[in-house]
């Protein structure tokens, strides 16, 4: 049984009879909110607690690195739809409506899904992000939060949209939380001008934050030449976008020179296979060529409206098995890839010392119960891409505090009622 007190504070823990990439292991964390040891047996600590992991295996906890975390609300509201009719018959007229606690609820319910399935930090663009910043709060998960600016080419829009940027930004510092850091996200290149884009290049830049956009999700590089002349990487480039700061969703239709201008500016390419596959976007990253490149590539699930869920290792396995597949290769994104994309890849886009089980590092780590799809142990990273389900997690720890133990989060509950009954009465607004 569960001591209640054990949830939500960062104090000693004491992590024991775990593996740890195939060994056994215990793991110290001194109540910083950091690892402080990893050894094989731990004699000298100070714990307030002791998890006895039950011969669990330890990962790092899952960095989901595209999230819109309120589109839960609209989880199975509409699929089986091409992106663009499915964002303006049905996404964004449903959207119109949201609310500041809709957006909360939505947050709670996203926040509640991920640290069930084994996610501690999350990179969100949305609406209303003081809402989601409250939610991220109470969950005691870590996350970038953005406010997602769309222009549409219209001046005044420009500057009201800016304007909400920088109070965005502004509050999420306020919040001195180290958990929450906030980020500038231009939706897109279709829906945000040069002006838009320039400005939040810049903003990014002056704020030292990250800049997260959707980049090539469908071939928008017709339009792009037709508009500008260029693809849309040089693009975005010509507007000052892409940086080490940059953290660019989808990335299904670039080419080789894309990627070598995405190498040559440090900028992270996020995998988002699920929706991809779902909307049939028509391409998939191409994970080989970055690889080739040096480009760093991180993996998310993209909103739970699209996907339609959280569960990072459904998408680490639907990205391992999605890349051979395309490429026709058995080798391309091997277990260990696939693991280091859905963790430290996304930690080290974000700037956080996280991803790793090791000293020093942030003590975000989750435990996977044993289970019959972990048995037997030859090989714990090829059981946790190929054989895992995200809800075979029982320990969600964050910045050294417990989340999760043996699959129970408190308040659980209340936000599966609460944010239930939002998603029907936004709908019915909607609708009516
Ligand atoms: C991303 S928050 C801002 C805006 O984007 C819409 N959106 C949701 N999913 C996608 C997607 O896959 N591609 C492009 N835009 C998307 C969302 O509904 C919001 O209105
Ligand atoms: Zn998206």
Redesign the pocket.
């Known amino acids: 049984m569960t001591e209640p007190d054990i949830f939500g504070k960062t104090v000693p823990i004491l992590i024991r009879n775990v593996t740890l990439n195939n060994k056994p292991a215990e793991i110290y964390l001194d109540g910083t909110g950091n690892i402080s040891a990893v050894a094989e047996k731990i004699t000298d600590h100070d714990a307030e607690f002791i998890i006895d992991g039950n011969g669990a295996t330890a990962l790092p906890g899952m960095v989901n690195m595209h999230t819109?975390s309120p589109?839960g609300l609209l989880r199975g509201y509409s699929d089986d739809m091409p992106?663009f009719e499915w964002?303006s018959t049905k996404?964004?007229p449903t959207?119109a409506h949201l609310t500041e606690n809709d957006i909360y609820w939505g947050a709670k319910l996203a926040c509640l899904e991920m640290i069930r399935t084994g996610t501690t930090t999350f990179n969100d663009?949305?609406f209303m992000m003081d809402n989601v910043a409250r939610a991220v709060d109470e969950a005691g998960i870590r996350a970038c939060l953005s406010y997602?600016m769309?222009d549409g080419g219209d001046h005044a829009k420009f500057e009201s949209e800016c304007s909400v940027m920088e109070k965005t930004v502004a509050a999420l510092k306020a919040r001195n939380n180290p958990r929450i850091m906030p980020g500038v996200s231009p939706?897109?290149i279709y829906t945000v001008s040069e002006e838009g884009l320039r400005w939040c290049a810049e903003f990014s830049r002056t704020e030292n934050i990250p800049l997260h956009i959707?980049v090539d999700?469908t071939d928008e590089n017709p339009d792009c030449i037709k508009a500008h002349g260029m693809r849309v990487v040089p693009w975005l480039d010509h507007c000052g976008v892409l940086s080490e700061r940059c953290i660019a969703a989808h990335c299904c239709w670039l080419d080789a020179d894309d990627i070598a201008l995405f190498a040559q500016r440090n900028v992270t390419a996020v995998h988002n296979p699920v929706?991809n596959m779902k909307?049939t976007v028509g391409r998939a990253l191409p994970y080989p060529e970055m690889k080739a490149a040096g480009v760093n590539v991180a993996l998310g699930t993209?909103?739970a409206s699209?996907n339609n869920d959280l569960d990072m290792f459904a998408e680490m396995k639907t990205a391992a098995i999605l890349q051979k597949f395309f490429w026709n290769d058995p080798t391309v994104m091997p277990a260990d890839e696939a693991l280091a994309v859905a963790s430290r890849n996304g930690a080290k886009a974000l700037g956080l010392n996280a991803g790793i089980i090791a000293p020093g590092y942030l003590a975000d780590i989750i435990l996977v119960g044993r289970n019959p799809a972990n048995v037997p142990a030859f090989n714990t990273t090829s059981n946790a891409v190929y054989a895992t389900s995200g809800l075979a997690v029982d320990t969600t720890i964050c910045n050294g505090a417990v989340l999760m133990h043996e699959g129970i989060i408190p308040g659980a509950e209340e936000i599966l009622k609460k944010s239930e009954e939002v998603a029907f009465d936004l709908v019915r607004r909607a609708t009516a």
């Open positions: 819109h589109m992106l964002l996404i964004w959207e663009m949305y997602c769309i939706h897109a959707h999700e929706s909307l993209d909103g699209s």
